[in-house]
């Protein structure tokens, strides 16, 4: 199995296993029929022509920002980053929802970004992997109807310095992460909280610490999972 391929599954095994966890703390009978290893083996044998895991099944959710989730997921790895017109393309025909707004296009765009560099990243470092996505979809065209929220890219970057910023003798990072970012459903909020949280909880406590992040926490965990898993595979 070649690195890139590894990394590719790393990310979407991130991705339902962080489902899974977050899954199971609130109950979701949706899950009761299906094991985390049943799901993540389901992934691993999924036959795609590309041999990349990209066509495995996650229903809808009837959660407009973790739906988008996935579909940006997919779209990163089915998709280089070298052509950013491509790119840009791809991530819209992946993640078009209705009525799509310009922050809702350029949360897809950095989760996606993220999780293609990921992939073909030449090294483990989650954080820089995070902070070129960043940089990479606030290059892009960006596409989307105008919205009054806050622009993602933005809010991420912000986001990214202040986990970097939190002294290792904090009490408790994910509070003070959480007051200062948010931790609503919202692109503007979700979105660059996982990145904060991706970036500082790189160890064994990816999937467990972040459990403390409110209704949301299912999404959260899922995208952190597949931040990470994109890079360390």
């Known amino acids: 199995m070649d690195l890139r391929f590894n990394r590719a599954c790393g990310a979407m095994i991130g991705l339902t296993f962080g489902h899974s966890i977050a899954a ?19 992934l691993l044998t999924a ?3 590309n041999g990349n ?13 973790y739906d988008l989730i996935i579909s940006a997921v997919k ?9 950013h017109q491509t790119f840009s393309n791809a991530v819209w025909d ?12 350029q949360g897809a765009a950095l989760i ?21 996505a960043v940089n990479l979809a606030a290059s892009l065209e960006s596409y989307g109807s105008w919205s009054p929220e806050p622009d993602v890219l933005a809010t991420t970057r912000r986001a990214l310095n202040t986990a970097c910023g939190i002294n290792e003798h904090t009490d408790s990072p994910i509070d003070l992460l959480v007051e200062q970012i948010g931790a609503s459903a919202s692109v503007t909020q979700l979105i660059p909280l996982a ?13 467990s610490a972040p ?16 931040l990470v898993g994109s890079v360390r595979g």
């Open 75 to 83: 779209a990163g790895i089915a998709t280089p980053t070298g052509n």
């Open 94 to 105: 992946y993640c078009a929802l209705s009525d799509m707004t310009r922050p809702e296009f």
């Open 53 to 65: 895991p990209v066509e495995a099944s996650f229903s809808g959710s009837h959660n407009r920002t």
């Open 112 to 132: 996606a970004a993220a999780i293609s560099l990921g992939i073909d990243s030449a090294n483990f470092h989650v954080e820089e992997t995070l902070i070129r």
């Open 211 to 226: 459990l403390r992040v409110g209704s949301q926490k299912r999404a959260m965990m899922a995208l952190m999972g597949a």
């Open 24 to 42: 199971d703390t609130i109950g979701d009978p949706i899950e009761e029929s299906t094991s985390i290893s049943e799901r993540i083996l389901t």
């Open 47 to 49: 036959d795609d022509s």
């Open 195 to 207: 990145f904060a949280l991706a970036s500082y909880y790189q160890d064994s406590h990816l999937l």
